[in-house]
Every structure is written in structure tokens, then in C-alpha cells.
């Protein structure tokens, strides 16, 4: 089984968010980066498969600078087979040039299942994943928390409000993973050393024109000063009536 | 001037209520540009509560109709939206960024070859051209952005455009979409245990963390839900959901769900800043909690400090006297 996984890499979810003197964009001086968690599963899965199957390969595949082979090797250590840089500037915040240029790459390259996380926790685009599977003209189902494969066909589970959606597709396919999926593996010792000598290519990203500007990035608005209603039960009743005549929530 | 778009949803041959949002946001842009909003809603035959999308601002109501789109069909929807964008020469798109909107969107926006502005909390019209805020970084930052693809294509996060009332005529349109529905089928949905009502589109949140102790105890704030009359969903943090207390879609914080309900109640969740980032836009925020320095204190509206076993068996009880 021949399966590709894209992946990204963005700041870890502690990161204390510092504007860029560009007012637009995050100021990555002393940020931790890490590979995107719903990512994580996606390897996961694609190593898992893989293994089931007996043979085959894991291919991963991500945009952005240099420092995004650092990301990469995360995967290659975690077991995939090689690599892809798409190496850009720096990652667009349009979903569908990051698409295109993956689409790209993925074209006639003869995957049989091809993977990304189901969103990024940086830029929350939730795109990127169905916008290839159209460019590739390829069946997507999006959250998946539960998949079987079997003689060329899929059955997924995903999240949907108040409950799990029961799809079925054929492959070849693009999947987004939802966490649930697996347990992602850390990467052991040896699997860090390997890593070093697996082949990663490096090639530059063909994104086309983007049809989003972003303005600028500010920091959200400020909650104002909350307040101690009181201690223990006895100052329920006290929010109560702060809820029902001050909030007017209830 | 140009005409909008909205894209609504159904389950089981019945409008969702994000349908009414996505149709007050539409009239919002519409407005602006001084154009009409369509809403466009598909399955296999009559939508139960489909008219009401007039009240809310929706000059036209057109259902497209399959065999195939009872249920949510990925590709065949994709393509019979794509193709009413282009033949009603829409300028603006508009759909929820629920889990069908999220799946549905980016595949239309792909087709028709533009980008796509992605759960977003706020739309307006700057010299003809939509301009959204987007929450990133899970809400610790807000971008700004000018759509400049035509036509523009949004999602609308869940929950913020409170539905507004705006009567318009509401002309139905029914149009039949030949074609199937595509090679991804949907089976069926297997209903969640907790209910129907999810996270991410309750009014209200009862979200619960470690404070909990132990997993069955989260058994208090499904009675404190409760207590609000099938309009509270019970949350979860990282912690108990990496624990396997709750379901991973409970879960509220920047590697799980963002909320903004009008009320959320946090109990025994200490506040570490990946949750603070998913629920710091809810309209008011309570927290109960045994430690007065919980950082959670910090972004809470109003909060009790002491033990959630006493506290919150009370407020069920008080909540319960006015809802009884």
C-alpha cells in the first residue's frame, strides 16, 4: 500500500502568541514548533496500514521553509519510508494555495490513500484536505475516527453533531484523521537515527495566485475583569441572580 | 450588485437551526451590497422547516432535489452547489462551518477554483469586497482578512451569528439536480450517547476537568445539563479526555473543539491556556473551582471558589426551580 501523508508544522498549542512587527503575522522569536497534533494521527495510520499490509510505502509530504524538514524527521522518525519539502517563504494562509501545490506533487504519483490531519491548530483552515481530494478529481471523507480498508474499499466513522457519520468510499482516497483514530507512536531512539539517513527531497512549492488578503492581526479583545461571586454553595444563589439580571443568560 | 448565496443544511428531511444563522449572515453581507440572498438548501424531497428561512432574511428559497441527497453527499452536493454558484452568478457564498459545512465548502471553493475564508466570527463589505475576522491560533489572535476572490467563499463559526429577524419574501424555488450522488456514501448516523446536542452549537456549556476526580462524577454535570431543558451540552477538558473520562468530541480547547455559547460553566478545570483558547469567546464564563488562583478565574465572568461536590448539586437545584 502506497500512502502519502501531508503534514504541517506549527507552534505548540502553550505558545503565548506574539505579534510580528509586520502586524500581521505571528512573531516566531522563542516559539516552540512542533508537527501538528492531528497530524500525528495521520502518520499514525498511514504507518499502521502499512504494516498490515505487509509491504508498501509512507510518503511525507509538507509545505513551508527550511525549518520545516526539522518536521518531516519527526514523521521519517515515527517509521515513514522518505520525504518532500515544498519549500516556500513561508506557509501561505490560503488553504487552497497549499492545496495546488500539493495536488501537484500527489498527481499521477499513484497513492493509494493519501492523509492529512483534520485541521491545523494554528490557522484553524479545516480546508486543506477536501481541497486536494477536488483538485485530484478523488473521493474525501473528512474527522475520520474510525476506518476500515478492505479489497479497495473504505468504511470511516467521523464526528458529526450529535454523533458518528457511517461513510463508505473506494479507494484511492483522501482522508482527514480526527483524534480517536490511533495512538500515535513516539518516536523511539532508533527510529531518530534512521531518520537521519532517509532521502528527503526538497522542491519548491507551485502555489498560483492567492484570492485572500490578510489585513492585519491583533489580539483579541481583552474579557473584561471577572469577579469572586462568593465561596461554597451558599453563593449560588448570588450568581444566580447575577446570571438572570446582570448577564441575562438565563 | 451582486447576490448571495447561502447554503443551508438538513438532517433527515429537517432544516438545521445553523441554517437560520447562515441566512442572518448572508442578509448581513447582502445588505451591503445591496443584492438578494438565495438560500439553497439540498435533499430528496421537502425540507420540513424550509420557510422559515424567510423570516430571517432569505428573498428566495430554492430546494435541489436527488434521490440520492437525503443524507449528505459529498461529491453530488459539491457539484450541484458549484454548478447553482456559477449559473446564478453569485458573488458571495455563505455556509456554516458545522461538520457538513467544513467537509462541503473547501470542496465547492476548490471546484470553482477560489479561496475559501474559513470559520469566521465577523463579515463585513469594504468597497464591494467581503472582509471576515477569523479566530487563529485557537482565538489567541484575530486575523483580519479581504476576500478578493470571486465569488467569495465563507464558513461561518457556529454560534455567533445569533439568528436575526428580517422578513423578506421568501419565494420558494424548486429545482431538480439530475445526476448521482457521488462514490463517498453516507450510511446512516449513529446517534452520540450524550444526546444530540453538540459542543459546538449548545447555547450552553457545562464543561468539566480533573476537579472531577473521577469519571463518573461527570454525572453531575449531565444533571446540571439537564436542568437547562435540552439547551446545555457537557464539555470536557484535554486532561480528562486524554484520560479516556469523555469522548474526544467533547472535548473543548485548541486541539479540540472552539465554542461561543451564550454561558459556560467551567467546573474543576483549572484553565491552562489550550483551553482558555477554545472557550474564551463564550458570552459569559462562570467558574467553580476549589482553587482561588486557578488561572481560569482570570478570564471567568463570575466565579465561586470551593468544592464542585457542593457547589453544583445547588446550582442544578436553582437552575431546576426556574426552568420547573
Redesign the interface.
Given at each position: 500500500m502506497k500512502i502519502a501523508v501531508c503534514i504541517k508544522r506549527v507552534?505548540d498549542?502553550?505558545?503565548?502568541?506574539k505579534?510580528a512587527a509586520d502586524g500581521k503575522s505571528?512573531d516566531e522569536a522563542g516559539v516552540k514548533f512542533i508537527l501538528n497534533?492531528?497530524d500525528e494521527f495521520a502518520v499514525e495510520e498511514a504507518l499502521q496500514r502499512k504494516e498490515k499490509a505487509g509491504s508498501g510505502e509512507v510518503v511525507v509530504i509538507a509545505c513551508g521553509q527550511q525549518s520545516s524538514q526539522e518536521t518531516i524527521r519527526t514523521a521519517l522518525a515515527m517509521g515513514a519510508d522518505r520525504g518532500v519539502l515544498l519549500e516556500a517563504a513561508r506557509i501561505p494562509?490560503?488553504?487552497?494555495?497549499v492545496?495546488r501545490a500539493l495536488a501537484a506533487e500527489l498527481k499521477d504519483a499513484g497513492f493509494d490513500l493519501i492523509l492529512f490531519g483534520k485541521m491545523a491548530?494554528?490557522?484553524?483552515?479545516?480546508?486543506?484536505?477536501?481541497?486536494?481530494?477536488?483538485?485530484l478529481g478523488l473521493?474525501?471523507?473528512?474527522?475520520v475516527?474510525h476506518l476500515e480498508i478492505a479489497d479497495g474499499k473504505g468504511t470511516a466513522?467521523?464526528?458529526?453533531?450529535?454523533?458518528?457519520?457511517?461513510?463508505?468510499?473506494?479507494l484511492p482516497a483522501v482522508l482527514t484523521t480526527?483524534?480517536?483514530l490511533n495512538e500515535p507512536r513516539y518516536p523511539a531512539l532508533k527510529g531518530i537515527m534512521a531518520a537521519k539517513k532517509k532521502p528527503l527531497e526538497v522542491k519548491p512549492a507551485a502555489f498560483g495566485t492567492?484570492?485572500?488578503?490578510?489585513?492585519?492581526?491583533?489580539?483579541?479583545p481583552e474579557?473584561?475583569e471577572?469577579?469572586?461571586?462568593?465561596?461554597?454553595?451558599a453563593?449560588?444563589?448570588e450568581?444566580?441572580k447575577?446570571?438572570?439580571e446582570e448577564?441575562k443568560?438565563? | 450588485m451582486s447576490h448571495v448565496l447561502a447554503v443551508l443544511e438538513q438532517r433527515d428531511g429537517s432544516l438545521r437551526k445553523v441554517s437560520h444563522e447562515v441566512v442572518t449572515g448572508a442578509r448581513r453581507v447582502a445588505d451591503e451590497l445591496a443584492g438578494e440572498v438565495h438560500a439553497l438548501v439540498l435533499g430528496a424531497g421537502v425540507i420540513q422547516g424550509i420557510d422559515a428561512s424567510g423570516r430571517y432574511g432569505a428573498d428566495k428559497v430554492i430546494t435541489a432535489t436527488n434521490t440520492g441527497f437525503g443524507s449528505y453527499a459529498p461529491e453530488g452536493y459539491a457539484r450541484a452547489v458549484a454548478e447553482r454558484v456559477q449559473s446564478g452568478g453569485y458573488g458571495v457564498v455563505v455556509f456554516a462551518a458545522s461538520a457538513q459545512g467544513k467537509d462541503l465548502a473547501p470542496r465547492v471553493a476548490a471546484r470553482l477554483g477560489v479561496s475559501l475564508a474559513a470559520d469566521v466570527t465577523e463579515v463585513a463589505v469594504d468597497s464591494g469586497m467581503v472582509v471576515v475576522t477569523r479566530p487563529v491560533y485557537a482565538g489567541k489572535a484575530l486575523l483580519k482578512v479581504k476576500v478578493t476572490a470571486s465569488p467569495a467563499v465563507v464558513t461561518l463559526r457556529p454560534n455567533v451569528f445569533t439568528p436575526v429577524e428580517r422578513p423578506k419574501a421568501g419565494t420558494a424555488e424548486s429545482i431538480s439536480v439530475t445526476g448521482d450522488a457521488g462514490r463517498v456514501i453516507v450510511k446512516g448516523i449513529k446517534a452520540a450517547a450524550g444526546g444530540s446536542l453538540d459542543v459546538a452549537e449548545a447555547p450552553i456549556v457545562i464543561s468539566g476537568g480533573r476537579g472531577l476526580k473521577e469519571p463518573a462524577n461527570f454525572k453531575l454535570l449531565e444533571e446540571l445539563a439537564g436542568a437547562f431543558g435540552g439547551k446545555a451540552a457537557v464539555g470536557a477538558s484535554r486532561a480528562v479526555v486524554d484520560a479516556g473520562w469523555r469522548p474526544h468530541g467533547d472535548q473543548v480547547g485548541q486541539t479540540g473543539k472552539t465554542v461561543s455559547p451564550s454561558l459556560y460553566v467551567a467546573v474543576g478545570i483549572s484553565g491552562a491556556i489550550q483551553h482558555l483558547a477554545g472557550m474564551r469567546t463564550a458570552k459569559v464564563i462562570v467558574a467553580i473551582n476549589k482553587d482561588k488562583d486557578a488561572p481560569i478565574f482570570k478570564v471567568a465572568d463570575y466565579g465561586i471558589v470551593g468544592d464542585l461536590f457542593e457547589v453544583v448539586p445547588k446550582l442544578t437545584e436553582e437552575v431546576r426551580k426556574l426552568h420547573g
Open positions: 507552534a498549542s502553550e505558545t503565548r502568541v505579534i505571528l497534533p492531528y494562509a490560503d488553504g487552497l494555495l492545496a491548530i494554528d490557522d484553524y483552515n479545516h480546508q486543506v484536505g477536501p481541497m486536494t481530494a477536488e483538485l473521493p474525501c471523507v473528512t474527522c475516527a466513522e467521523r464526528e458529526v453533531e450529535g454523533g458518528m457519520e457511517e461513510v463508505e468510499f473506494p480526527d483524534k480517536g492567492t484570492g485572500l488578503e490578510v489585513l492585519s492581526m491583533t489580539p483579541p474579557r473584561k471577572g469577579r469572586i461571586v462568593g465561596e461554597g454553595a453563593a449560588v444563589p450568581l444566580i447575577l446570571l438572570r448577564a443568560v438565563l | -
